[in-house]
């Protein structure tokens, strides 16, 4: 079968790999739509050596060509997948699937066919495309970080990111009542796309050396309720502390293998700020967005500003690197060739 794997830090290649056969335990998946996850451009652009022989991609949509133990599902059915614990662990059993690491996740998107574990597959329902389900991962990250940060009715939020969980949260915080909802982003062609989408109030350019400011004057006040750090830069992060009010929250939700340097922590200590990380999701949140999905009260499809082959995946992640793309998301039409 086709597939797009990681030799190395910066080095992605087309190539073939042996097709999965059942097992009689792992639900076997003929691949149709992934996404490309900011996650795994940061595997490839910080960690890629010691990931070496990695088939990456595990925000995918595709058909059950075996359901392994999973008694639920059946040959043909579309399924996603999700980041799931052990159901075991101490960390389980009190509701924390989502930092158990018992249960490895198995990736395989930029492939023809993946596995997963049976209790990871989800079936898709008839009102969710395939496009859309490849984007329920990310936008249920999106949603626990909303469901963390509590937000309430008339809340000023700042969003640091243009992603799809950037947007994700901007959406759910509107759901929640927020009264202003603004995105810090380093792509102004990209930024444009976004205000058009209607997720967010305004924007404000993250390399303008006055964005702070900027950010602050906007509020009319202090600063913001809560601000949500979607982009796992440390000039974000120093950036999402600086704008909230004192004794609020900033949510930490991008991502990044390497350590983050350039923490103001005096900053926010002496504004007693509360510096609050977030991982994946729960099953519930992860059911949610899928719902959300199929009522039409979340539109994930505008999200997808591109779709390309898995043989053009190499020179978007170089291009996603040199920010030569404006696109939001980035989804792989596996089949096509």
């Known amino acids: ?9 910066h080095k992605l290649a087309v190539g073939t790999a042996e097709t999965p056969k059942p097992d009689g335990y792992h639900v076997l998946i003929q691949i149709d739509k992934t996404g490309i996850c900011g996650s795994e451009t940061h595997f490839w652009y910080d960690i890629g050596d010691s990931m070496k022989g990695t088939v990456l991609g595990h925000e995918y949509c595709g058909t059950v060509l075996d359901p392994g133990a999973n008694k639920d599902l059946k040959v043909g059915d ?9 159901g075991k662990c101490d960390l389980c059993r009190a509701g924390h699937q ?17 596995i997963c574990v049976p209790d990871a597959a989800v079936k898709v329902p ?10 329920v991962e990310p936008i249920a990250t999106s ?11 008339g809340d000023k939020v700042c969003i640091i990111g243009g992603g799809i969980i950037g947007l994700g949260v901007a959406s759910f915080a509107k759901m929640n009542g927020a009264s202003k909802v603004v995105l810090v982003e380093a792509n102004m062609e990209k930024a444009k796309k976004i205000l058009a989408m209607g997720d967010v109030d305004a924007i404000f350019d993250a390399l303008d050396e006055n964005c702070v400011e900027k950010l602050k004057e906007y509020t009319g006040g202090p600063g913001f ?11 974000a992060v120093a950036t999402a502390i600086k704008v909230v009010k004192r004794a609020t929250k900033v949510m930490l939700v991008g991502g990044s293998p390497a350590d983050t340097n350039g923490i103001p922590l005096s900053h926010a200590l002496l504004g007693e700020v509360n510096l609050i990380t977030v991982y994946a999701y729960s099953r519930d949140e992860f059911l949610r967005v899928m719902e959300a999905m199929g009522e039409g009260r979340i539109n994930a499809e505008k999200y997808a500003t591109k779709i390309v082959t898995l043989d053009e995946v190499p020179q978007v992640f170089e291009d996603l690197r040199n920010r030569r793309i404006d696109d939001v ?7 096509k060739k």
Do not use: Q, W, Y
Request: glycine share 10%.
């Open 143 to 153: 949603l626990h970080a909303v469901n963390r940060a509590n937000i309430k009715i």
């Open 98 to 114: 989502n930092v158990c690491f018992d249960t490895p996740l198995l990736m395989g998107g930029f492939g023809e066919v993946a």
């Open 329 to 335: 998301k980035v989804i792989i039409d596996v089949a």
């Open 225 to 235: 309720d809560v601000a949500f750090e979607c982009s796992g830069a440390g000039p």
């Open 1 to 9: 079968m086709k597939v797009v794997v990681l030799e190395g830090t």
């Open 78 to 86: 579309r399924v996603t997948s999700e980041a799931m614990g052990c």
């Open 126 to 135: 008839d009102n969710v495309s395939s496009i859309e389900a490849a984007m």
